[in-house]
């Protein structure tokens, strides 16, 4: 028996800003086991139109298959961790190739991402999109989300909570029903 569970409705990405989930949720289960395909290519596309500013000044950006910034796949590097204010706020658009990097690997099934910010000055937030392929010609967008650098208490339109520099998880979720 298959069952599709949607926690909460599909919310903007703008909405995950102050804290109501952001992009897609959603999980698609059976014999009470969740159901993804592994994927050999990933790619992150910045933008558009950042909400604030720009995307956050960053030392690398990662994807998990799990809701944590512990573990997971590194899948850009600008340099050292930092809070300096040393890395790149424009990542643009590049591709990560699983087997490239891990030979014996067929792929993963990532659902989520997280960026270590290098700035907490003040409050920095970029869009992005994650999308994925087998074979490196057929993209299929995964989902879309926010980059930001801001505090897990950050209340968008109270203007509340702070900037900060380490590891953060960026709003928006990989939903089970489009793999």
């Known amino acids: 028996m298959s069952v599709l569970w949607y926690p909460t409705p599909k919310q903007s990405p703008i909405q995950g800003?102050?804290?109501?989930?952001?992009?897609?949720?959603?999980?698609?289960?059976?014999?009470?086991?969740?159901?993804?395909?592994?994927?050999?290519?990933?790619?992150f596309i910045e933008g558009p139109s950042p909400p604030v500013s720009h995307f956050?000044?960053?030392?690398?950006?990662?994807?998990?298959?799990?809701?944590s910034t512990s573990g997971g796949t590194q899948i850009v590097n600008y340099g050292s961790d930092n809070c300096s204010d040393q890395g790149t706020y424009t990542p643009g658009t590049f591709t990560y190739d699983v087997q490239y990097n891990e030979p014996s690997s067929p792929g993963y099934a990532f659902t989520h991402a997280y960026l270590y910010s290098v700035y907490s000055g003040s409050e920095r937030a970029g869009n992005y999109t994650i999308q994925s392929s087998s074979d490196g010609s057929n993209w299929t967008t995964r989902w879309s989300g926010v980059g930001h650098n801001m505090s897990s208490g950050f209340n968008w339109s109270a203007g509340s909570g702070s900037s900060q520099c380490g590891l953060t998880m960026m709003t928006g979720n990989g939903d089970a029903s489009t793999y």
Not at 27 to 43: A, I, M
Not at 57 to 64: A, C, P, Q, T
């Open 56 to 67: 956050p000044r960053v030392s690398r950006i990662m994807l998990n298959t799990s809701q």
């Open 17 to 43: 800003l102050s804290g109501m989930a952001g992009g897609a949720a959603g999980l698609g289960v059976k014999n009470n086991t969740p159901e993804y395909t592994v994927f050999r290519y990933w790619k």
